[in-house]
């Protein structure tokens, strides 16, 4: 089982970046994906989810800034951020949760992670 978290560097606030989860070894279509954070000296977050079915859910600090996708036929799940700000800044990780429906932002419900990539807002 492998999820492979890439796409984060360095941007400029206001700017966008698109994260993007690559899995393998498992069923990836029967797997709700999260997307989680962690900021230095701070608790892990959990961005984004999407459900096996494509629902999706954001965190307040989020919402209607980033937008999460899933392509099922390339096993891949996608992050789209914009409007980055220095809050944004932090390590972000992908995971998987083999529940039937819907999805959570709850990362001890989560079954497999992968390692993260960095985003860095800074001017």
């Known amino acids: 089982v492998q999820l492979q978290a890439s796409g984060g560097g360095l941007v400029q606030p206001g700017?966008?970046?698109t994260l993007s989860c690559a899995a393998s070894g498992f069923a990836f279509g029967a797997y709700a994906i999260g997307w989680f954070r962690q900021a230095p000296g701070k608790e892990r977050e959990?961005?984004?989810c999407v459900s096996r079915g494509g629902a999706t859910s954001y965190a307040d600090s989020?919402?209607?800034?980033?937008?999460?996708?899933?392509?099922n036929a390339k096993n891949t799940v996608y992050?789209?951020?914009d409007s980055l700000n220095s809050e944004d800044t932090a390590?972000?990780?992908c995971a998987a949760d083999q529940?039937?429906?819907g999805c959570t932002r709850l990362g001890i419900y989560y079954d497999y992670w992968?390692?993260?990539t960095l985003v860095t807002?800074?001017?």
Request: charge should be positive; proline fraction near 0%.
């Open 15 to 17: 700017g966008s970046l």
């Open 121 to 123: 807002v800074s001017s």
């Open 79 to 81: 992050l789209q951020m």
């Open 114 to 116: 992968g390692q993260g």
């Open 91 to 93: 390590v972000y990780s």
């Open 46 to 48: 959990g961005v984004s």
């Open 62 to 71: 989020v919402e209607g800034r980033f937008t999460i996708s899933r392509d």
């Open 99 to 101: 529940r039937m429906l």
